[in-house]
């Protein structure tokens, strides 16, 4: 059996290439910033809109301390 030394001449991976790995990895990067940090961010600019002790207060509800032990 024989098999093809490892050095053996062959196209070069384009993913191994420096500038596709950045590129990838920028649209890797973008792609979690849109989707995940984005909105995260929206979440919580709009949960301390009226200030961090308005929040802390909104928890002492009875409704949200029910709605928080369920």
Same mark, same amino acid.
């Given at each position: 059996? @024989? /098999?093809? &030394?490892? !050095?053996? @001449?062959?196209?070069? !991976?384009? #993913?191994?290439? #420096?500038?596709?790995?950045?590129?990838?990895?920028?649209?890797?990067? *973008? $792609?979690?910033?849109? $989707? *995940?940090?984005?909105?995260?961010? %929206?979440? $919580?600019? /709009? %949960?301390? @809109?009226?200030?961090?002790? $308005?929040?802390?207060? @909104?928890?002492?509800? &009875?409704?949200? *301390?029910? %709605?928080?032990?369920?």
């Amino acid at each position: 059996m @024989s /098999q093809a &030394p490892l !050095n053996a @001449s062959r196209r070069p !991976n384009p #993913v191994t290439e #420096v500038p596709v790995r950045w590129v990838l990895t920028a649209i890797a990067l *973008l $792609f979690l910033t849109l $989707f *995940l940090v984005v909105p995260l961010v %929206a979440v $919580f600019y /709009q %949960a301390l @809109s009226k200030g961090v002790g $308005f929040y802390l207060e @909104s928890l002492a509800d &009875p409704d949200a *301390l029910s %709605a928080i032990k369920r």
